[in-house]
Nanobody, 110 residues
Framework: QVQLVESGGGLVQAGGSLRLSCVAS????????MGWFRQYPGKEREFVAI??????RYGDSVKGRFTISRDNAKKMVVLQMNNLKPEDTAEYYC?????WGQGTQVTVSS
């Protein structure tokens, strides 16, 4: 059974940085397309970033501030979030295909 386990959320001041990690297990052969969405209370999930074979793609609101990287051997992606803003406060979810992680909260104080 596929499992995605996130870690690294927390509380940070505006302008600060956080690093989210997601590790996949359970018969995964490739982590192409592994990435992140986020969700605000009462809203639908919003695309943040996805890891591709030649780098990453990003949502407009995080371009230039967030960077996604991957470790194929560990079946892991890492989202480095810099220059965080209060509007980045959300629950962040890892995704791979049809599978979702349990979510990790990111809170940015002003």
């Amino acid at each position: 059974q596929v499992q995605l386990v996130e870690s690294g959320g927390g509380l940070v001041q505006a302008g600060g940085s956080l690093r989210l990690s997601c590790v996949a297990s359970g018969g995964i052969f490739s982590i192409d397309g592994m990435g992140w969405f986020r969700q605000y209370p009462g809203k639908e999930r919003e695309f943040v970033a996805i890891s591709t074979w030649n780098g990453g793609r990003y949502g407009d609101s995080v371009k230039g501030r967030f960077t996604i990287s991957r470790d194929n051997a560990k079946k892991m992606v890492v989202l480095q979030m810099n220059n965080l803003k209060p509007e980045d406060t959300a629950e962040y979810y890892c995704i791979l295909g049809m599978y979702w992680g349990q979510g990790t909260q990111v809170t940015v104080s002003s």
